[in-house]
């Protein structure tokens, strides 16, 4: 069975409803969304969604509640409804952390964020463990696990879990990653790489 992702946190959850009697759709904002991408979800002319909301530029941030209204003749498509959600618990996201911490120690935050992507991008995959425990902890996968050498998380590394527990991938749905520099085996030089951040190089 195909296993969605989508982490209980503070973060507002994807909503979409229809008001009655007006055929408008209510979108809220996520991240990653611009008024061109909901234009093309919608099937509506961007600026016919700037116009329903009187936004006077172009910027939409998540969380923000937008009217679309379908262009007479033309029919509206809802987006692909959000995906259902696990917990994550306290202990989860200080493990998830600790990880971050030892395997991305040095990098910025967006390679932090990349490293707890992929760790969540595995729980989401049918080929690796359905939780965020045993994928950190599947055998022979992360060397500082297989070293004992978990790392008490900093601040930035706790922000990284949170962000990517919020949904931000910057690594494409990437499941590996590796230092080219320090890695021992070359398997993963066979993969094509997705992106770089830093001193990581992340493929599927």
């Known amino acids: 069975m195909f296993k969605k992702i989508s982490i209980i946190t503070g973060v507002a959850a994807i909503g979409l409803s229809i008001a009655g009697g007006t055929g408008a759709s209510a979108h ?19 600026q016919e969604i700037k116009k329903e909301n009187g936004l006077t530029g172009n910027l939409i941030y998540p969380g923000q509640n937008l009217e679309v209204q379908p262009v007479k003749g033309v029919s509206v498509e809802k987006p692909a409804p959000a995906p259902e959600q696990i917990k994550a618990t306290p202990e989860d996201k200080e493990l998830l952390a600790s990880l971050v911490e030892a395997e991305a120690m040095g990098e910025s ?3 932090k964020a ?11 995959d049918d080929g690796f463990p ?26 930035e590394a ?6 990517a527990l919020s949904g ?13 520099k320090t890695a021992v085996s070359r398997w993963l ?3 094509p790489a997705t992106t770089i951040i830093g001193n990581h190089t992340f493929s599927k």
């Open 28 to 46: 809220t904002v996520k991240e990653g969304d611009t008024l061109w991408k909901l234009g093309q979800s919608y099937n509506v002319p961007f």
């Open 114 to 124: 990349a490293v707890a992507a992929v760790v969540l991008n595995r729980v989401d």
């Open 189 to 191: 030089d066979t993969k």
């Open 158 to 163: 706790e922000k990284a879990v949170d962000k």
């Open 109 to 111: 935050f967006e390679g």
């Open 168 to 180: 931000y991938d910057n690594t494409k749905g990437s499941l590996f990653f590796y230092n080219k």
């Open 130 to 155: 359905d939780s965020i425990h045993d994928v950190i902890y599947d055998k022979g996968q992360f060397q500082p696990v297989m070293e004992n050498n978990l790392k008490k998380p900093s601040p």
